[in-house]
């Protein structure tokens, strides 16, 4: 398989040979003082604290004569660029932010490839104001580095990590980190909704004792299974948290418990199944527990639990459905199933749908995808103009997976109304495919 390849760009003298030379641990570039100096090689092969990549250093394109260079970009940077898989842009932390800069960030917007951000010559805090300043640039979190003096190597390997991990053929997640670990499932719910017979029922075996009995200790709140899905067997950690109600000895705060047990869950978990019982339906107490969930970040699914004795089914379902519409408002489309935990039905689609849902809270969307969906809202809909003075949205990029987080810099973003972000909010859901799963988007104003 062909190594991942970073570009490194930016405008001459920023120390892009510099570091491509402590990426590739020999002096394969020349390094001069004077801007745009002629380099005699442009790629090596890198390795950054074992991770091994490409490295293209787009210095060797640069122009002899630097007054000719502002304004474009040669074209075999922006070539290097489209081919590979992240583009290290840098500035120089010193010298803060320029029009030049500027202008290539509007640039690597405008394409697919991932950027990561690097204010070089930050050795001894001489970047801060210039990191501050370049957060502006509309990147993902601008990391510190000195490629002269070696410092910010693991920082840079952080932010790098996500798009050169290449496990299996196709690395859906550019997150990579967990796609193929075990799915950290927590199972809550209020007391009695069945949560301990589902996961019997899960595992198949007696691994967890059921019944009344108060004080019951279990020696850890995880269980490692492996479920047989279609396309066979994929890992599993359980989190009980009947277990560790019972563990906590208290049978008659059962109310308050069940919100404590689904505040711990969501810190072990990355999807939620909201256990309810159907003969009892949806209450208050389980859309408090559905909205912390989503809250903490995490993806939810709810499953009607006793479906075996549930009456009026179709009807039941209906309303509970819609009574999730109306309480969970702000993560439309959370998947409900019917399930048994005593019979068994349903509980493959369940753990089949929890992996999907995985899937989608771990999805990142290319900042070119981003930003002409951006255009495009705004242009069917502008932002209103308190005032008489127009907000405007510049562009947005995705912080983070797991949850999909999203920031959007514009100017007076600090007056966009709730309205207006939820409009952008549901439609990156529709455009991009983020049913059931909670979406972050933060508002900055570039200094
Ligand atoms: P390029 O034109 O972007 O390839 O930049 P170079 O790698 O040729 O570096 C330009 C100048 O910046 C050289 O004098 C380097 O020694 C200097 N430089 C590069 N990295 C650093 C750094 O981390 N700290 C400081 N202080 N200077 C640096
Ligand atoms: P927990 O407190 O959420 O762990 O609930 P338990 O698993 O202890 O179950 C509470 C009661 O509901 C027990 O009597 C179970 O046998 C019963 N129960 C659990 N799941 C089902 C189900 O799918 N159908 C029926 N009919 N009863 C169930």
Redesign the pocket.
Known sequence: MAKPTVAIVGRPNVGKSTLFNRLVGKKLALVDDRPGVTRDRREGDADLLGLQFRVIDTAGYEDEDPDTLPGRMRAQTMAAVREADAALFLIDGRAGVTPLDEEIARWLRSEDTPVVLAANKAEGRAAESGLLESYALGFDEPIAISAEHGEGIADLFQSLLPYLEREGDEAEDAEGEDENGPLKLA?V?????????????LLEQERLI??PEAGITRDSIAIEWEWLGPDGPRPVRLIDT?GM?KKARVQDKLEKLSVADARRAVDFAEVVVL?L?A?LGLELQDLKIADQVLQEGRALIIAL?????AENQSSLFQGVRAALGEGLAQAPGVPLLA?????G?GLDTLVGAAFELRDTWSRRVTTGQLNRFLEDAAEKNPPPAPGGKRIKLRYITQAKTRPPSFVLFGTRVDQLPESYRRYLVNGMRKKFDFHGVPIRLTLRAPQ
């Open positions: 199972i719910g209020r007391p009695n909704a069945g949560k301990s017979t589902l996961i019997n029922r059921t019944g009947a109600r256990l019982d003969t639990n006793k479906w075996d004795v399930v048994s935990a005593r019979t039905k």
